[in-house]
């Protein structure tokens, strides 16, 4: 429970550290290294500010508080997407087409569970991004082994489903959350890694929905083969396969947060993204985020209190 905030925090740090640089490509980094927390650049935005990313993941935070209601998910999107919910100047920016078009066939009147994109074309990373807060939900309510309960898997599914519906978005939002539920548990970040991808693939192996795309993380299977890619065989775009792994890849490689972020930022391409999934990981395998950074979130307070009632709610629902 204690971890709530720091793995939030972990996914808002990173979004604000690779923001400014967003979409550059991995050549430029080779000259300019982002080495610290800035500002402006591509959106403008001040220092410490969060984007899709940070917004939509405490939108999760905030509905899960309130228990679990897909649909109430969806309107919290809409709040944001609509309203600037969840932002720091109330106003959504840096919004991804298929998370846009799902929030608006919701707006449309199409049920909840029918808006996410379905086709492979909508394998972005944007549930990915957002998904982390689950992984507190889902051991109150399934316990530590969730990974082995398919209907706990099924509303991992259903979460990403709200925007990415394709198998191979859902099944990248499964590997990561049991790689974060090892991480909770274990002092050993390799050996968590290595146990949340082999639960994950051991459920997605003998479910049948998953057959046509279970062998898409085949790099994932041996790990220490995979720690040792040379970087330039690892993608950092907006495919939800590119920032899954390089995540994974910027854990292994790195020993702090700190490390493990910048590594991610560094890669390029989609920058803020992967460095927002890299940080969710990193800061429950660390739980220690470099002060000075936290201390210069934008508006931190929307984050603090996002968390203490997620955390308090919990807390409520773990008692009962
Ligand atoms: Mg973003």
Redesign the pocket.
């Known amino acids: 429970m204690k971890k709530i905030k720091s793995g939030i925090l972990g996914v808002i740090v990173g979004?604000a550290l690779g923001?400014p640089v967003?979409f550059k490509d991995r050549s430029w980094f080779y000259k300019h290294p982002v080495t610290e927390l800035t500002g402006l650049g591509v959106f403008n935005k001040p220092k410490g500010s969060w984007?899709?990313?940070g917004s939509l993941t405490l939108a999760l935070a905030a509905s899960l508080s309130k228990g679990y209601d897909p649909k109430d998910i969806m309107d919290e999107f809409s709040n944001w997407l609509f309203y600037g919910k969840y932002t720091q100047d109330d106003q959504a920016y840096?919004i991804g087409q298929t998370t846009a078009n799902a929030i608006m066939n919701y707006h449309r009147g199409i049920p909840y569970h029918k808006c996410g994109g379905k086709s492979y074309y909508d394998n972005g990373n944007g549930s990915l991004?957002r998904i982390l807060p689950l992984v507190f939900y889902l051991r109150v309510h399934f316990g530590e082994d969730f990974t082995t309960k398919p209907y706990a898997m099924g509303i991992i599914h259903e979460v990403s489903s709200l925007t990415h519906a394709h198998e191979l978005a859902k099944m990248a939002c499964g590997i990561y959350l049991s790689i974060a539920n090892e991480l909770l548990q274990s002092q050993d970040i390799e050996s968590a890694v290595k146990q949340g991808i082999q639960k994950a693939l051991t459920f997605y192996i003998s479910d049948i929905v998953f057959q046509k795309v279970k062998n898409q993380f085949h790099r994932l299977e041996d790990l220490e083969e995979f720690r040792v890619l040379d970087e330039s065989r690892i993608g950092s775009s907006g495919f939800v396969k590119d920032t899954l792994e390089a995540s994974i890849w910027c854990l292994l490689n790195t020993n702090t947060y700190e490390e493990a972020v910048l590594k991610a930022v560094n890669l390029g391409y989609d920058t803020?993204?992967t460095a927002?999934v890299c940080g969710g990981l990193a800061a429950l395998a660390y739980d220690k985020i470099k002060l000075e950074w936290i201390q210069d979130i934008h508006e931190l307070s929307i984050v603090n209190d996002i968390c203490e009632s997620f955390e308090h709610s919990l807390k409520k629902e773990e008692a009962v």
């Open positions: 979004d923001l967003q984007s899709d990313d840096d991004m803020d993204t927002a």
